[in-house]
Every structure is written in C-alpha cells, then in structure tokens.
C-alpha cells in the first residue's frame, strides 16, 4: 500500500495518475477485507474485561417459517475461557441468547442515555435488578432469554463451553457474552460459535440476496446474448457509445454472478471468504461509477454532437475518482452491518455524501443534456434530437423515482425499526439492482445496433441557417467534400431539408432507427 501511495502522488505523467489513484482504493479494499464477517464465527484469543458485554447479532428462522429447505435451526458455541491469571475468588460467565423483542428487557438505561448491563449496588438498591455482579434480566423475560452460567471456582483458569441453543422464534437474535463479577479478572476466549439456519448457514437477513441474484445473473445474461447478437449483425456500424454499453453489460452481469457465488459458497461453508466478497465490491462500485460518468458524456453529446470531451474528460474522471472512493467505502458499511450492527446514524453519515454526489452528477447531466438539446436543435437534427428527447425521459423518471425510494429509505433507517422489518432489508439494496436493469434496458432500447446507427455518429457539417429578412437564398454545404453539392431553400419552400433529415423524413423510420 505504502508503495502504491507513493507512487500515485509522485507521479508526473498526468495519463497514468488516475489509474494510481484507482489501485491505490483498490488496495485499500483489500485491507478491509478482514473485517468480512462469518457465520461460523471463530474466537481467536478474544479478551472479555470484567463488567464488559461481547455482542453478536444474527437474522434466523424457525424451522417452520424457512424460506428455503427444512432444517434444523440453532445456535452452537464450543468455546473455553481462560483466565489470564488464577484468581483465588470464584468468577462466572454469562451466556445470553435473546431474540430482538426481548431485548429492552435486558440490561438498564440511565437518565443520561447509557447503559449499564451488569446488576451494581446501586442499580440492586433502586430495585432495578436483585443479584449484584450478574446479568440485568427483568423478571417478566426470565422464560423467554435462553441463558448458559459458567462457574469458576477459586484457582480454577480454564473451562471447556459446549452448548447448543435452538432456534424457537423467527427473527433477529441477540447473542451477549458477559463478565459482570469484577473477581473473575480478564478472561481470554477461543473457540467459535455457529448460527445455523433450516437452510444453511446464511443469515435471515441476507438469504433473500441469494436467490434475487441468481434471477439477476439470468436476467443480465439474456439482455447480454440479445445485445451481442445485435451488434454482431450490425458490428459494420456500430458506435463506440454502443462498444461502451457492451462493456458495462459485461461488468453488470459479472457483479451478479458474483454476489450469487459469494452469497452461495457464504451459505454452504458458514465463512464469508474475502476474496469473492472484495472482488464483488469492487464489480459493484465500478459498475455504478462507470454507468454514471457514461451516462454524463452521452448528455455532453460525446460521439454524437461532438468528437471528444477535451479538458472537460479530467474534470468527469476527478468527479468520477471521488464517487468511486465514496461508494465504495458506503458498500463496505453495507457489508459489514449484514453481519455486525453498526448504528443507524453511521450509516445516515454516509448516505448524504453519496446522494449529494448522485446530486452532483444528475445536476451535470441535465445541464450538459439541455446543452446538448439546444444544439440539435439548432442544427435541425430531427433524429437525434427525437433520441435526446426520449433519453431525457429516461433520466427525469429515473431522478423522481431515486429521489422518492431515497426519501423512503432515510426515514426507515431512522425509525430504527431494523429489528422488525429485518427480514425485507435486502429490499433497499435490490431495488437500486432493479431500477438499474430498467434504465439498462431503456439505454440499450434507445442505442439499439442497427444498420443506420451511424446516422447517430458525429460528423462535420454546415447546416442550415436562417434567411435574412430580404428572402435570399440560403445554402447548406454537405458534409462528404468542399465542393459537394448544396442544397437551397427559398422563404415559404416548406419542403427543403438538410441530408441526414431527408433520410429520416418519416416517423415510423425514426421509431425502427431508435
């Protein structure tokens, strides 16, 4: 890492700095990768201090309610704890397993807002709890929390855990490893735990990921064939804007493949591997960062109404680098909270920096779009300017129904009902997925390889101009040779039109061109 940031910022070759930078974040995905969770969870040496809660949390089905095959559902620990130094007083560890509409029964909330979740002196003389250095479980939950107590006895260092929880109610389960006898001193902890579902070891919350993957895989593989087949029957005529739609169809349908294998290998093993899971990171963030700086040069006219982008490309690669970085830690986030909680406040956090850069990039768009526009129709290109039109639909209908899924999603996350609604979750994220094919297929509707594709293709040409008020002749020179023919058009000749109209002089043309 150390030497890929030198090199990004020691280096004076302006074409390869964005390539640095781009393995630089690249690198910096692979040093997260340890954070990937499991299901199998292993517990390498962990310490657990006096008066301190260890915390997992986990979506599970009863084995009546699976969504996938029948099975049996648990919780398993094979641990062992080890003081760290003999102690000669007694000490004991508590076991907590707790589904999620049980847990405001365990532990207390102070006035101030914290938590205390070990019975004090002070908590025991105000009633909250009865047993001073244990677990605080209200009395009213006591039959509903699944509860293991392991007893040292003075001098005793070590004891072997093996205890099997099952699964009796759907929904999220909260797993609390607590030392609240300050003479039980530190205690090491080794061994692991496994959360087993009817159907594997996927967590509840992210079973529904596996088969909505397997369906976008497909998805994305039959709008592949068909557009290979297109572009193989037109390839004389295709555009580069149309080799860059095939690029990132090829990018989209491996994003999916992807997430299903991990997913899949996720629920047969109980590990998440980080290999599969930071390469489907990095297929998702370049998939959106690629689509949106190549939705911005379309409405810059790239290709159609002018040949480059000039200094203007540094500027959509900067804009470009910046959401990469962004949407890829915000897919990190995503990733470790489907298996660790992480505070809905965290994640708010960097929810705004990715919908003020989406605003960023929807704000250029337009403008370059009515830019774009209003030089067609200048032009008088009328089928260009009829596929411009129709795009533009696209993307107003794409930024109402973004902006409404977002405004719906702020104010769930907010609510903090995650605990309840834990199970449709996945929603949030399959619905971008969704949305995603939807403009992907309008996009390729709308570019669709044909035989006169290259009459979207930009070219130099003088077109017509308006006559001066004395009714003189005007001229429009083709765009094939200086000394082509011309064109002229008198005031009231309603029938004259440039080259590339005349050829699209019909409606129902212009439909099968588009």
């Known amino acids: 890492l150390r030497y890929l940031l030198l090199a990004s910022i020691s280096s004076r070759n302006p074409e390869m700095a964005f390539a640095r930078r781009l393995l630089t974040a690249l690198s910096f995905l692979c040093i997260i990768a340890p954070l990937v969770e499991c299901n199998v969870y292993k517990y390498n040496g962990e310490k657990l201090e006096p008066t301190y809660v260890l915390l997992r949390r986990h979506g599970m089905y009863r084995p009546e309610d699976s969504p996938g095959k029948q099975g049996e559902s648990y919780v398993k620990f094979d641990l062992t704890y080890e003081r760290e ?11 907590v397993l707790v589904h999620a509409d049980f847990i405001p029964a365990i532990g207390y909330r102070n006035e101030d807002g914290t938590d205390d979740w070990c019975c004090t002196e002070y908590l025991a003389q105000q009633g909250v709890c009865k047993e001073v250095g244990t677990l605080i479980i209200r009395t009213h939950a006591q039959d509903d929390v699944s509860q293991k107590v392991i007893h040292f006895r003075p001098e005793e260092s070590k004891i072997d855990l093996s205890e099997k929880f099952p699964v009796t109610k759907t929904g999220y389960y909260y797993m609390m490893m607590a030392s609240c006898m300050t003479a039980t001193k530190t205690v090491t902890v080794t061994g692991q735990s496994q959360w087993m579902n009817p159907y594997g070891y996927l967590p509840g919350e992210l079973y529904h990921f596996l088969p909505f993957y397997g369906w976008l895989t497909l998805v994305y593989v039959l709008l592949a064939v068909f557009w290979f087949v297109l572009c193989a029957m037109n390839w004389k005529e295709l555009l580069m804007l149309q080799n860059c739609i095939s690029a990132v169809l090829v990018l989209a349908t491996l994003e999916a493949l992807v997430w299903y294998v991990d997913y899949n290998s996720f629920n047969g093993s109980g590990v998440r591997s ?8 990095l297929a998702s963030v370049i998939k959106k960062t690629v689509s949106r700086m190549l939705v911005l040069v379309v409405s810059m006219g790239w290709g159609v109404v002018r040949p480059s982008l000039g200094q203007t490309t540094y500027k959509v690669m900067l804009l470009g680098f910046v959401y990469f970085v962004c949407a890829a830690i915000q897919e990190i986030i995503t990733t470790i909270n489907h298996t660790q909680p992480i505070s809905p406040v965290i994640r708010l956090l960097f929810i705004f920096p990715m919908a003020a850069l989406d605003l960023a990039f929807f704000y250029w768009i337009f403008l370059s779009l009515s830019t774009t526009v209003a030089q067609l129709q200048a032009r008088r290109q009328t089928a260009k300017l009829s596929l411009y039109n129709r795009f533009s639909k696209v993307l107003i209908g794409l930024v109402i129904v973004s902006i409404l899924w977002i405004l719906y999603e702020l104010v769930f996350l907010a609510s903090g009902s995650e605990d309840t609604y834990w199970d449709r979750i996945w929603i949030f994220q399959g ?17 669709a390889p044909n035989k006169n594709a290259r009459r979207y293709a930009y070219h130099e040409e003088i077109n017509t101009v308006d006559e001066d008020e004395d009714g003189e002749e005007m001229e429009a020179k083709s765009p094939s040779s200086k000394s082509g023919p011309t064109a002229k058009r008198t005031r009231g000749d309603e029938s004259f039109m440039d080259d590339e109209d005349e050829a699209l002089q019909d409606d129902d043309e212009i439909e099968k061109m588009t």
């Open 85 to 95: 130094t003999p102690a000669p007083s007694a000490g004991k560890i508590e076991i």
């Open 431 to 447: 619905f971008w997925n969704i949305l995603y094919v939807a403009i992907m297929v309008a996009i390729m509707w709308l570019w």
């Open 274 to 281: 980080a290999g599969p899971t930071v390469f489907a990171i």
